[in-house]
Structure formats: C-alpha cells, structure tokens
C-alpha cells in the first residue's frame, strides 16, 4: 500500500481551489485502491475542496509534553541539517539536542510558557524566535515576546510565502488590537461570523487614516488573518471566530489601551482578564 502526502492546501490560491479539488480528485479515483492519500489544510482551507471523493477528516490535538519535546529535537535536528552542507553531518545530532534542551529548558521554567506552548503553532513560533535569536533567550517580558509573534505572523510569514497581505503589518496589528480589547471589555474569547465582520469593520474604518487603501473588505481582512497569520482560528463546531490563543488577546488588547492612553478601562474589566492589566502594566509606567 503507497502513501501519498499532498500537503497545505490552504495555500492553493482561491481561484485555484476548484481546478486543484478536481486534479486530487482524479488522483484518488485513479489510485485509491492501492494508494492512501493524506491532504493537509487548516480548517478554513479544507472548506474550500471541493472534490467528490470523501475524506476522513481529523484534527489536530494539543501537545503533552512529551510529543512538545519530541517536536522541538526533531524540529531543530531538521534545521541544523539544513544549515549545513549535505556532506557536513559531525556534530549534528548533539548540537540539535543542545538547542532544543535550551528552549525546552526555558519553556519548562516559566508558566506562561508551558501553557502556550501545547499549541503547535505557538511552539513553532516559539522554536523559530528561538533559533534566531543569537542569544537563544526568549524575552523575559511577554509583551516582547507577543510583540515578536505578531511581526513573524503578519509581516515575516506573507513574505516568506510571497503573499500580498490586505495591509502592511503596523496597519493588521493596530486593527487586531481594537477587535481584541473591544472582545475583552465583553467578555467574549470568541464571535459569531457576523460579529467579527461588524466588529474588524468598525476597526478598519477606525484606522484608515493610517491605510493606504481605505477600501479594505472586512470578509479579505479576516480570512487572510485566519489563512496566512493564523492569528484567527475559526470554531468548526460553532462557527465563531476566536484568537488564536487568549493570551494574544490579552495582550493586543493591552497594547490598545496603552495606545488610547486610557488606563481607566482596564479598572472596569472582570477578574479573568487580569492578565491584560498586567501586560499593559510591563509596557507602561502605571499610576492606579
């Protein structure tokens, strides 16, 4: 029996999806009886295959810490051979162990971390700063380190993947920081559909004296934040919209209220979002 892999079809181009479904499709049909076929997406990506031959659809769990370390030495062994010529193989195993250990070492003695980092996406993130950072030290400040995530996420990622983004980071970030404190001063970790779009809408036209182009759709804004940033995960279950983990939430929502300069909202917030009030406090000189 042969495997096939057809991996990230949620980076096939929109207008490609239904020509691309149909070529999958072909394959299956003409292979299937010897061949298993994986397919690969994000959720928002699998929506969009349109193809008649069924698959079984599964997703994928949060970590425990021993696969969270088993991903992080086969992570690093992966990019400490690619840095390397094909012939140059001394030392690659105990120099990959070494830097995993070091971010696994730094994960496990800080709470915030190991919280963050059973997410797989948010491990990756956490490998990927890790490994270029000279000093191989993630931020001891977490506004820092969110502050770092949201850069790879919306600017180092669409360009590394040569995707135009609806707009430039600086733009992406500041209308994610109302959308995300506006969803903490309600109490919500998650929206409907309709409401995201209502509020990004209102966010978007908040920040256009800061675009180029004011005429940015609310429905290419969010999906290219769940398609590419993946800083939005759509709820298949529900069909809401939610962050990617609450504690970008938290700390967008912080940066929004240091950027309002109205420290005063945070005093209204309920007890579960403390965490936004002491985010803003380790980027401002609090006074109440």
């Given at each position: ?8 079809f ?7 999806c ?8 072909q394959?299956?049909?003409d ?5 298993t076929?994986?397919?690969t997406?994000?959720p ?7 193809g ?10 949060e970590?425990?810490?021993k ?6 030495h ?13 012939s140059d193989?001394?030392?690659v195993?105990?120099e990959?162990s ?5 971010l ?12 963050m980092a059973?997410n ?12 270029g950072?000279?000093?191989r030290?993630?931020?001891?400040a977490r ?7 949201c ?5 180092d990622?669409p360009l590394?993947?040569?995707?135009p ?6 733009e992406?970030k500041?209308?994610?920081?109302g959308?995300a404190?506006?969803m903490v001063?309600?109490?919500?970790i998650?929206?409907s559909?309709?409401?995201?779009h209502?509020?990004v809408?209102k966010?978007?036209?908040?920040c256009v004296e800061?675009?180029t ?6 429905r290419?804004f969010v999906?290219?934040i ?6 939005f995960?759509r709820?298949?279950a ?8 609450r504690?970008?939430q ?9 950027r309002q300069?109205?420290e005063?909202?945070l005093?209204?917030?309920k ?7 002491v985010l803003y ?8």
């Open positions: 029996q042969a495997l096939v892999m057809i991996d990230g949620d980076e096939v181009a929109e207008e490609q239904e020509a691309v479904s149909a070529w999958i499709d394959a299956v049909r292979y299937g009886q010897t061949t076929f994986i397919l997406t994000r928002a990506g699998y929506e969009r295959y349109s008649e031959q069924p698959f079984t659809a599964v997703a994928v769990k970590f425990n810490a696969q969270r370390n088993k991903f992080l086969q992570w690093y062994q992966c990019q400490v051979k690619n840095d390397r010529l094909a193989t001394e030392g195993a105990e990959a070494r830097e995993a250990n070091d696994i070492e730094q994960i496990e003695r800080r709470k915030e971390l190991t919280k059973d797989p996406l948010l491990l990756c993130m956490m490998a990927t700063y890790h490994r950072n000279p000093a030290n993630l931020p001891l506004p820092r380190l969110y502050q770092g995530f850069q790879m996420l919306l600017e990622r590394s993947k040569k995707i983004m609806a707009l430039p980071a600086d992406s500041a209308v994610l920081q959308v404190l506006e001063q309600q109490d919500r998650a929206l559909l309709e409401a995201m209502e509020l809408e966010n978007l036209n908040r800061l675009t182009d004011s005429a940015v759709a609310s290419d999906e290219q769940e398609d590419v940033s993946e800083l995960v709820k298949q529900s069909d809401e919209y939610e962050f990617a983990h504690s970008f938290e700390y967008l929502a912080a940066v929004e209220v240091k300069q109205n005063g909202l005093l209204d917030l007890a579960e979002w403390q965490d936004t009030a406090a380790a980027q401002a000189n609090p006074t109440q």
